[in-house]
């Protein structure tokens, strides 16, 4: 059965300080996988996707990696800050399927 | 922008009663899905259309129901709603491109929070 595990199940951070995200799947086969983020009492939008040539992706202070050889994922979070509070969820795509597998989501609070 | 409107943010409804929630995106996408989110279990595929007047069960389809009459209008009904079916319902939608669901991004409504009483 396709899983996807997302570590920790919550965290809090000081502003200013780092911290990551991890993800681990079993979805095989594997086409790409994503990261969404969402703020409380909104819908999810979508933060980065990997696919299976990609080892690290940027987008802003966001940094997400992939090691498609161990099924890992991680949402690096440079420099926090107060907006960057929400809940991370990380999807993963099979190949040649519409599914997608839903992490639970990490909830990260920034806290001054 | 891109937009996914979601009609109603909060509804409170009684056992029983039929619920109607309305989803409509201006991206042009083929595919749409409505999904529900719990806490501590993440989200759940209810149904997805691909088409106009399509539609596929998701992962809990019991107690639900769809209709999408035009391409971008996709309702979830709750014929008979009870107290298990309070949550946060979220609509999305994607496009297809050239792998029939495209790259698999979707684009999300601000959500509609259900309380069934």
């Known amino acids: 059965k396709n899983q996807v595990e997302q570590s920790p199940q919550s965290l809090i951070i000081l502003e200013g300080k780092n911290c990551t995200l991890q993800?681990?799947?079993?979805?095989?086969?594997?086409?790409?996988l994503r990261w969404y983020k969402q703020d409380t009492g909104r819908g999810p939008v979508s933060l980065t996707i990997?696919?299976?040539?990609?080892n690290t992706k940027s987008n802003g202070r966001y940094t997400a990696t992939l090691d498609a050889d161990t099924k890992q994922s991680s949402l690096h979070i440079t420099a926090s800050q107060l907006s960057d509070s929400a809940s991370y969820i990380c999807?993963?795509?099979?190949?040649?399927?519409?599914?997608?597998?839903f992490g639970k989501g990490t909830k990260l609070s920034v806290i001054p | 922008d891109v937009k996914v409107t979601q009609s109603s943010r909060y509804l409170v409804k009684r056992t029983g009663e039929k619920v109607f929630l309305e989803c409509v995106q201006d991206m042009d996408h083929e595919n749409m899905f409505w999904y529900r989110q719990d806490p501590g279990l993440g989200l759940r595929l209810i149904y997805f259309s691909y088409d106009v007047k399509m539609k596929e069960k998701g992962d809990i389809p019991e107690g639900y129901s769809v209709s999408r009459e035009k391409k971008e209008r996709f309702s979830l009904i709750l014929e008979s709603a009870s107290t298990n079916q309070t949550s946060m319902y979220l609509c999305a939608s994607s496009g297809s491109g050239s792998a029939g669901f495209g790259t698999g991004e979707l684009f999300f409504g601000e959500g509609s929070r259900l309380t069934v009483l």
């Open positions: 993800c681990n799947y079993t979805v095989s086969p594997f086409s790409n």
């Open positions: 999807v993963v795509r099979g190949a040649g399927s519409y599914q997608l597998t």
């Open positions: 990997m696919t299976f040539s990609e």
